[in-house]
């Protein structure tokens, strides 16, 4: 039995010795993880630094081609949005041509009737329009020319005739003056 004591107290050295071995190996292995991480974390650093350089360097010998291209592609936006901006327009007036003919058409309507009632109201009242008088004055210069052709043509006719003339006395006789009236005296009242 002393023996198996001797074993049992051995092996819990030995396990206590493992223990330890173990702790360390824990603390070890602890420290490598993190130096690894570390390692790692630098690593990347360094790689994220690099690429950085890379696009520095390849903006610089690529930066006119993107900027020609970019220049192109604004072009073709600015044009597509011009012509969509003209049609906006274009839209926009046809749509205020199409809404100013139809108030005008209104308001000419609108004209049309006032003017229908106030020439009613004016011939009601016999007050004559202008065009009443423009009519008027037609007629009238119609019958001033029919006027002028009448004598005109009176004229030629007594041209045309010859005269004869009349004795004197018979002339004379067939003459007969008027006389008028004395006046009466007026009186007034007082």
Known sequence: MASRLKKAAQSAKSNSAVDQITKKLGEVAASLSEQQMAK?????AQQIWLAGLGAFSKTQVEGKKVFETLVKQGEALETRTRHVAEATIETARDQATKTIDLATGKF???????????HKSLN???VLTSKDIEALSAQVAELADAVR?????????????????????KVAA????AKKPAAKPTTRRK
């Open 124 to 126: 009601r009242l016999g």
């Open 174 to 177: 067939k003459k007969v003056i």
């Open 40 to 44: 790692q974390v630098m690593e990347s």
């Open 149 to 169: 052709a009448l004598m005109a043509q009176e004229k030629r006719a007594t041209v045309a005739r010859p005269m004869v003339k009349k004795p004197a006395m």
């Open 108 to 118: 000419d309507k609108l004209e049309q009737v006032f003017e229908a009632r106030v």
